[in-house]
């Protein structure tokens, strides 16, 4: 369930966060040329101004406090923030391709609402698609960071309602009144005596034969009617009758299936195919070809090429990181640990070191994709969330211009930051264009887990000293393998160095750590630095990126600090919080969690803060770690301890939709129960032990909480936060502490059940299993 909390004070007529202003500012857009009326929009960015902190030894400003990676993206994205244009068709209906990608978090639903406002329009008659690559948007094609929202919010808003004025203005002059004298609602402009003129109707007219610059006022929050209203995804019907169209769902003109057999390493390559025409031989197979991690095979089925796959006789070449285990990945990650720089002096310290295993961001549709590669041309269908990149990098691979390939963004089951990357698309065009033929490829099960991205095994040092009652320094020390920032990011970064608040040298990794990392206490000297050790897994910034693992280690560490100085958790962190917003919700989710109350051994609450992208979130949650729930038998599986009450309060400054804010809180409370628990990936001789989501141990019912909660507070702001990761960390961490006051032993090694492995692996090669025909029999 959800509680939407209201403010009695108007965010559009007096914003409590200073830093915003939008119902004060007019903006610049353009009417585009168009045969029906279409417009841009010109935004200018805002760098915000850290707040004061205020305990007794205050902490400076990190980075993160002053220009956030938000920041960065949408100063990249400005440059070209008047190519993005809402137009109006002559059926009253108004269009918008949003440069983002869909995939699941209910992004569409969002844009369709601020075109709806703006527009006077009822939601269904707002048609929102997915952009193709667009080269000309340069930074401005990126989905990631929780900065769909941030970034899209007002040059959304204010094409939409330049085209409102457009339209205004145009049956002002067809009646010869005063624009002042009409109005506007339902995709229809009212006149005086009665006069009235569908959108569709003045379409045409509304139109523009050049680009011209024009001006628009944004509706202020008091005059909102969609906005900041509950509401449903505009795709909810077709998702729960299954219409939705995903990529797997796509079908494109003699587009057959296609798998790959792959090494038995991760990025292992091919030596030989020893059994090559005995398999193009095979049933339904039609074509066969070596790839660079594989061997593609093309059949009329799914099925005949998985039978294909499992016949396969192949020599494999090594793989990147051959040998590579648990055991020695970590010992490496230990060996590369910074030290501590601050001095004790005379403060007592707390000194803690936290291990986080490889965690899997296999989305749960399998990744697909479809090319079609002819000789001067190919045309590439996906979910992208950086199409431009996809698009440049497979022009260069099949040796064509840009112009030349086309790349179509479809809408996926899922990402957890997998849909970053373009490998997908990429092997598809490979084995395409080897073949001369147009294919459909999807990946395994097994292909995601064990090649697809993970989430790099990492490890936190953290020091805190404490003397008279306070924190006088707080060292953090995250060592993690390298994360590979392959997919755009990179050039942001390059893009806007001149403006961001870090010095020195730094990698991508250390810049975006810095740009999203920072204590929200006021804990004197403190420091939170990242170390990266270069191994070659296939990396990739899972969602939240760092914060899940960052912010766990830092709120045990809080509790451990809490205890030594004799004071309740929640109350130490009112104490030394720098954050007003923070506070507000740590404030709510003690009183609306009950927090303190008496409950029986071997059960505990755990509270866990985190602000970042301009949001505040805190998670309260129950734990039952009594032996009768730890060791509850589990097929196949270990059942470990349950959540069994879960609470998150969120501030996102402006809530557009709640409903949607709700359920991302809610995935994110369950991502943090997974990373706390039970959701990692066991490395053995170079590759992943789990094939299949019966392997990996996301949050199921067995260990989900019976009663999950989201508030959301009063607006705080006239703009959003990003919200699509906020809820991750806290939860994250308020599992771990309440696992440590259940037992009374502080985990530092996580997920908690990662050193009990509950299957039996599948085989290395084939690398594809058949698929299983008894599931029946295994229904709980």
């Known amino acids: ?99 983002r990608a869909e995939v699941g978090q209910g992004m569409t639903t969002a844009i369709a609402m601020m075109v709806a406002e703006e527009l006077d329009l009822p939601m269904d008659k707002v048609s929102i698609a997915l952009a193709d690559a667009r080269p000309e948007l340069l930074m401005n094609q990126l ?77 202020p929050a008091s005059e909102f009617n969609v906005l900041g209203t509950p509401r449903n995804r505009i795709d909810a019907y077709d998702i729960v009758t299954g ?73 494999w070449g090594p793989g990147t990181v051959d040998g590579e285990s648990d055991a020695g990945v970590e010992s490496r990650l230990r060996a590369a640990l910074p030290p501590m720089t601050v001095p004790s002096l005379l403060a007592k310290t707390i000194d803690a070191e936290f291990t986080f295993a490889f965690a899997s961001n296999s989305p749960l549709e399998p990744d697909n994709a479809i090319a079609d590669v002819r000789s001067d041309s190919a045309e590439i269908w996906a979910s992208l969330k950086v199409p431009i990149v996809a698009q440049e990098e497979i022009a260069k691979q099949l040796g064509l211009p840009v112009d030349a390939v086309k790349v179509h963004v479809v809408q996926a089951g899922g990402s957890f930051g997998r849909h970053l990357f373009h490998d997908v698309a990429a092997e598809a065009a490979e084995a395409s264009k080897k073949m001369g033929k147009p294919v459909k490829l999807s990946w395994s099960r097994t292909d995601n887990f064990r090649q697809g991205r993970t989430h790099p095994m990492c490890i936190s040092r953290v020091r805190a000293a404490y003397a008279l009652g306070n924190v006088i320094s707080y060292e953090q020390r995250h060592t993690s393998v390298q994360t590979d920032f392959g997919h755009g990011l990179g050039e942001m970064i390059t893009a806007t160095a001149a403006h961001l608040p870090v010095a020195g040298n730094l ?33 990739g910034s899972m969602r939240n990126i760092y914060s899940p693992n960052v912010v766990c280690a830092q709120e045990l560490v809080v509790d451990r600090l809490a205890e030594k100085m004799a004071r309740d958790p929640v109350q130490f962190r009112r104490e030394f919080l720098k954050d007003q917003r923070l506070l507000a919700v740590l404030e709510k989710a003690a009183e609306a969690g009950d927090w303190g109350r008496a409950m029986p051994a071997g059960t505990a609450q755990g509270i866990g803060l985190h602000s970042e992208y301009r ?166």
Request: contains cysteine; glycine residues 8%; proline residues 8%.
């Open 1 to 99: 369930m959800a509680e939407q909390s209201r403010s009695p004070r108007d965010p559009g007529e007096g914003p409590t966060d200073e830093r915003s202003g939008l119902g004060r500012r007019r903006f610049l857009g353009y009417l585009i040329a168009a045969p029906t009326l279409a417009v841009a929009v010109d935004w200018a960015v805002d760098v915000t101004d850290a707040q004061q902190a205020r305990a007794a030894v205050p902490s400076l400003p990190e980075p993160e406090e002053l220009f956030d990676l938000g920041d960065l993206q949408n100063l990249a994205a400005a440059p070209t923030s008047d190519l993005i244009s809402v137009r109006v068709n002559t059926d009253g209906t108004a269009f918008f391709a949003v440069p």
């Open 507 to 539: 990698s991508f990794a250390e810049t975006i750590f810095q740009l999203t990392q920072s204590s929200p206490y006021d804990f004197g000297v403190t420091t939170q630095l990242l170390n990266e050790v270069p191994l070659r897994f296939n990396t």
């Open 615 to 780: 949001g505040a979130a805190a998670a309260l949650v129950e734990i039952d770690c009594r032996p009768e729930t730890v060791n509850r038998p589990i097929r196949d599986g270990v059942a470990g301890p349950r959540v069994t009450k879960a609470l998150v309060v969120v501030d996102a400054g402006f809530a557009i939709n709640p409903r949607g804010l709700e359920a991302q809180m809610i995935g994110g409370m369950q991502d943090g129960i997974a990373l706390a628990l039970t959701s990692s990936l066991h490395i053995k001789d170079g590759i992943p032990l789990e094939g299949s989501w019966d392997n990996y141990f996301y949050t199921r019912e067995w260990n989900s909480p019976l009663e999950l909660k989201v508030i959301v507070m009063p607006n705080t702001s006239d703009s959003p936060s990003g919200a699509g990761e906020l809820g991750v960390a806290p939860s994250f961490a308020a599992v771990a502490c309440a696992y440590a006051r259940a037992t009374g032993t502080m985990p530092t090694r996580f997920p908690i059940n990662h050193g009990t492995l509950g299957f039996e692996p599948l085989p290395l090669e084939p690398s594809t299993p058949q698929s299983p025909t008894d599931g029946l029999d295994h229904t709980f």
């Open 243 to 315: 219409r939705k169209q995903f990529g797997m769902d796509m079908q494109i003109p003699d587009a057959k299936p296609t798998m790959v057999a792959r090494p038995p390493t991760i990025n292992g390559t091919v030596v030989s195919v020893n059994n090559a025409d005995v398999v193009r031989a095979m049933p339904g197979v039609t074509d066969i070809a070596v790839i660079t991690h594989g061997v593609a095979v093309r059949a009329a089925t799914f099925g005949q090429c998985i039978d294909a796959i499992q016949a396969l006789n192949v020599t």
């Open 143 to 219: 989905t990631g960071g929780s900065n769909s929202m941030r970034s899209m919010y007002t040059p959304v808003r204010t094409a939409a309602a330049i085209a409102r004025q457009r339209l205004v203005d145009t049956a002002a002059t067809q009646w010869g009144v005063p624009a002042s004298e009409l109005s506007t609602r339902g995709g229809v402009v009212t006149g005086p005596g009665g006069r009235s003129a569908t959108y569709g109707s003045l379409a045409v007219s509304a139109a523009s034969d050049q680009t011209v610059a024009v001006t628009a006022k944004l509706k």
